[in-house]
């Protein structure tokens, strides 16, 4: 204990004496000072937070004997470098193609709110509406969380919601792919798709327009 | 006669509550503690509103800014036994302390001749090893391949074991399946990424936990705080 132990017994004037009484208090300081010292050791160097995690399927490459599927409503993204994301929504028509279609025209955006946010806010309107009147339902408890998930997802596969193809050429970063990806998710696209090969003709575009 | 006495004792106060948190506190802390392990290299994930948290049992590649690649496993058991498996294949010896150590390594990035060099090494000799160009995983040869291979093996291994023991123990079975996980640099090329990703599609795995650091704010829409 954090206390001086007095020194005890009398006080020489009868000249009588007595046995020392003595302290059976042992000093506990250095032991609170390690008990401390431990204690600070181990809050500094657990690891509370475990990393979190985003999953991420890859599509499995298509055998001889199936045919890609159609996309309805795709909307491709061309990522870049300097965070510029380039996209067009639709099939891709290059210039002179054999069906007379006008050629694709790559659109620019951002990372920013009012960018790439906005946009897929826009374009996958239609799912955003289901999912919130589904959403407004599950608030008045009208609508079990399961059940909600589960339509919310339906929803998100529905051929109305909009399927994001995500292309990244050689000078786009690994954030870049992760944020598209997480934005996709914030504004309901259930069907993204990573890892998609650029197509020379959309590359030779692309190439054009971040010379 | 009636003179006042002063208190021969100082004042002291009884610390043995103090003593007995701080006690409950460190005990605490010593059980619960999961140890950071020294990394080859630090990499900065990028942010995501995901906030799954990572599975333990899972086949780590990392790959730093400069695109190179490092792998490990989350469980010391499995680490041994795939050194033992890939110095068979590679034909490349370790010694009984190398062994030991590696069960302590949790990622590293050299190839598989450097490695008992790598693994004589001290702990801060091993930031500056050469070479260190990250685990090789170019098609001619795929060393990345073949760990992640085996030790997805031995993960699976363990994880059935575990599974038997706890059935026979007439226990329910918390333990989750070996999966694979991808650590990136935010800054790195996604193409370098993308070669890892190959490696594992190479071997049709397609689904894997991308580590991210966890964005603050909540994952509503209208939360979104993203630059």
């Not at chain 1, 795709?74 to 002179?96: H, M, N, Q, R, S």
């Not at chain 2, 499995?78 to 590696?102: H, W």
């Amino acid at each position: 204990m954090a206390e001086i132990a007095e020194s005890g017994g009398g006080h020489g004037k009868g000249g009588k004496k007595r046995a020392k009484k003595q302290s059976t208090r042992v000093d506990m300081t250095p032991m609170v000072d390690l008990a401390f010292l431990l204690l600070t050791f181990f809050v500094l160097t657990s690891t509370f937070s475990k990393p979190k995690s985003m999953e991420l399927s890859l599509p499995a490459p298509l055998d001889e004997n199936t045919k890609p599927s159609d996309i309805k409503n795709g909307v491709t993204f061309l990522l870049t470098k300097d965070d510029k994301i380039f996209y067009y929504a639709g099939e891709f028509y290059p210039v002179g193609n054999e069906k007379g279609k006008p050629a694709t025209v790559l659109q620019e955006t951002n990372f920013s709110p009012e960018g790439l946010h906005k946009l897929l806010m826009e374009q996958n309107q239609w799912a955003n509406t289901e999912i919130d009147k589904l959403r407004a339902q599950n608030k008045a408890k009208t609508l079990a969380d399961t059940t909600f998930n589960r339509m919310a997802v339906d929803v998100t596969a529905n051929t109305l919601a909009i399927t994001a193809l995500i292309k990244t050429d050689d000078q786009a970063t690994y954030r870049n792919a992760i944020d598209m990806l997480d934005e996709l998710k914030i504004c309901n696209v259930g069907k993204r798709v990573l890892g998609v090969e650029m197509m020379a003709s959309e590359y030779a575009l692309l190439q054009e327009k971040i010379k | 006669m009636g003179k006042i006495k002063v208190a021969a004792h100082a004042p002291s106060i009884d610390m043995t509550p103090m003593v007995d948190l701080a006690f409950l506190l460190v005990t605490f802390f010593m059980l619960t503690a999961s140890f950071r392990m020294a990394e080859p290299v630090i990499v900065d994930p990028p942010s995501s509103v995901s906030d799954k948290t990572l599975p333990e049992n899972t086949v780590l590649i990392t790959v730093d800014n400069i695109g190179r690649a490092f792998f490990g496993v989350g469980n010391g058991e499995a680490r041994t036994n795939t050194l033992a498996k890939m110095s068979e294949k590679y034909g490349v010896k370790f010694n009984a302390d190398q062994i030991k150590k590696f069960g302590g390594l949790s990622s590293f990035g050299v190839e598989i001749k450097d490695l008992p060099r790598y693994l004589d090494a001290s702990e801060a000799e091993r930031l500056r090893f050469q070479p260190q160009k990250g685990v090789p995983l170019d098609s001619v040869n795929n060393q990345l391949r073949d760990w992640i291979n085996i030790s997805a093996t031995e993960l699976n291994v363990i994880y059935m074991r575990n599974k038997d023991k706890a059935a026979e123990l007439g226990q329910e079975f918390k333990g989750e399946k070996p999966r694979y996980a991808i650590k990136a640099d935010g800054k790195a090329k996604y193409i370098y990424v993308k070669d890892v990703f190959k490696t594992f599609t190479d071997m049709k795995i397609y689904t894997f936990n991308l580590i991210t650091s966890l964005e603050g704010g909540s994952s509503a829409p209208a939360a979104e705080t993203k630059h």
